[in-house]
């Protein structure tokens, strides 16, 4: 008995390949000249020790310098983080919206893309996005720059004031970002190359929309004229459906959209994920538009009730005008009258009374059945109604604010033409959405004919988009388990 326990000491591991997990890592050290002692390993031991008590000291040393956190300070914070999670969260609708109005052939190739350009455009944003659209005058009014990245420092004067920390505030423009690549995506849906449309979103987040957003949210010359973008109709919306068309032109209709010069019904393969898109969408926009509130107050409910009123009526246009015209209630309608009325009161959220609101969705949802059309029989293929929902809707609702718009959280004062405002709001509306046109495509086109000049084309082969791009450019399908003859 004695003499078995004295045998069954702890076997040593007679090499590297044969240790466990557990013994590896010391016996890598003790392999190492100078760490075999345990005095050397109780050193080792003592520097991540020692360096995670250095930042302590700093993060102590640093918050004693902070006054004590507020309640306004720690809401407004709060709500920007919460609205900022809603936004990013309106990647997910993009993606089953755009997924389910098309092929079931292209599902993977369009999910990967609404999936990688969010990553994509928080990076470049975060690159060098962010410092030209919040930076430091360059050329006072056009053009800011702040360098590389961005400060996250926190002041005492900031938590003083209630203001937002430069890393909330990041996310929250970032995610706007991202929704103007994501645009794009629908305009181009099922013909464009996956790597060039890659680097064209690149090209938008870091440098095309950064530069155009400055002029209005960083005090430029267009928010010094008095053009009014609460959120985006034409800052975000507008001008990825700009980029977006540009892509479309320049790309040509899909394979069989047109035949003898009229446009071919090409139906989505799975409306219940376009369904289900639409209203992901619909929630995220109370992140969308309170959230450019930038603060929590009382006017945030006010803005997510305009907002909710404006879908509403777009839905009711959409469904009456398409019924009327087609005879039957189109869901595709049905969906993209939900987000023209979302775009539509985008840029007047804050400046329409809630009748107001309604009524501009209400036109909005209208529109878009007739742009829908209209784009068609210009031999533009926009295969989910992209340009109409966000271009079109969105400059008719930056040129809402000029139309029946008030100061409602100022003075109360007219603004808009039919109110009694006259025309001065309505032509400094018309001239930031000529601008934003004007710049985006002029911009974007440069960019898409440099893209596919130095690799070969934007589009996919004639082969590639008969087979489809899940297998083209994927090398995959969305659904393997199933056959369709009408893929």
């Not at 090499?15 to 002692?37: D, N, V, W, Y």
């Not at 040393?61 to 900022?84: G, K, Q, S």
């Not at 008030?406 to 033409?417: C, I, N, P, R, T």
């Amino acid at each position: 008995m004695t003499t078995a326990l004295h045998s069954s000491g702890r076997r040593r591991t007679a090499s590297l390949q044969e240790a466990s997990l557990l013994e590896g890592p010391m016996l890598l050290l003790r392999s190492i000249r100078g760490f075999s002692s345990h005095r050397s390993l109780m050193w080792l031991a003592c520097v991540p020790i020692a360096l995670f008590g250095l930042g302590l000291f700093n993060l102590s040393a640093h918050a004693a310098e902070m006054p004590e956190l507020n309640a306004a300070f720690l809401a407004n914070n709060l709500w920007l983080l919460v609205a900022t999670i809603l936004v990013i969260f309106m990647n997910a609708g993009f993606a089953m919206v755009e997924a389910g109005m098309c092929r079931q052939k292209n599902a993977v190739n369009i999910l990967a893309k609404n999936l990688f350009v969010f990553a994509l455009a928080v990076t470049a944003y975060w690159f060098v996005g962010y410092s030209l659209m919040y930076g430091d005058a360059v050329a006072a009014g056009w053009l800011y720059f702040n360098g590389l990245f961005f400060d996250p420092a926190v002041t005492p004067e900031l938590i003083g004031e209630a203001g937002l920390v430069p890393t909330v505030d990041f996310l929250f423009q970032a995610a706007f970002a991202g929704t103007a690549a994501t645009i794009v995506s629908g305009l181009v849906a099922e013909r464009v190359k996956f790597g060039e449309f890659v680097v064209f979103s690149l090209v938008l987040t870091a440098f095309i929309y950064p530069i155009a957003g400055s002029w209005q949210w960083n005090g430029g010359w267009l928010s010094e004229l008095g053009f009014i973008d609460f959120a985006g109709s034409s800052i975000v919306h507008s001008v990825g459906a700009w980029a977006g068309l540009v892509g479309a032109m320049l790309l040509g209709p899909r394979l069989g959209k047109f035949v003898n010069g009229k446009a071919q019904a090409m139906p989505g393969h799975n409306m219940a994920i376009a369904t289900l898109g639409a209203l992901v969408l619909w929630i995220g926009w109370y992140g969308f538009n309170p959230g450019s509130q930038l603060a929590m107050d009382q006017w945030v409910p006010y803005v997510a009730v305009t907002t909710t009123l404006a879908a509403a009526g777009g839905a009711i246009g959409a469904t009456v005008v398409s019924t009327v015209t087609s005879g039957k209630p189109d869901l595709t309608m049905i969906i993209n009258g939900i987000l023209a009325g979302l775009v539509s009161v985008t840029a007047g959220c804050g400046n329409l009374t809630m009748t107001g609101a309604w009524v501009a969705g209400l036109v909005g949802g209208i529109i878009v059945v007739f742009s829908v059309s209209w784009l068609d029989s210009l031999g533009i293929d926009d295969p989910v109604g992209a340009f109409s929902v966000h271009g079109v809707c969105g400059i008719w609702g930056t040129l809402v604010v000029g139309l029946w718009g008030f100061d409602v959280q100022g003075d109360g004062s007219a603004l808009g033409l039919f109110v009694g405002g006259g025309f001065s709001q309505l032509w400094i509306q018309f001239v930031g959405c000529a601008a934003y046109a004007i710049w985006t495509v002029v911009t974007c086109w440069i960019a898409w004919q440099i893209i596919g000049s130095c690799f070969g084309g934007i589009r996919v082969s004639e082969q590639e988009e008969i087979a489809g791009l899940d297998i083209g450019e994927h090398g995959m399908e969305a659904y393997p388990d199933f056959a369709s003859a009408a893929n």
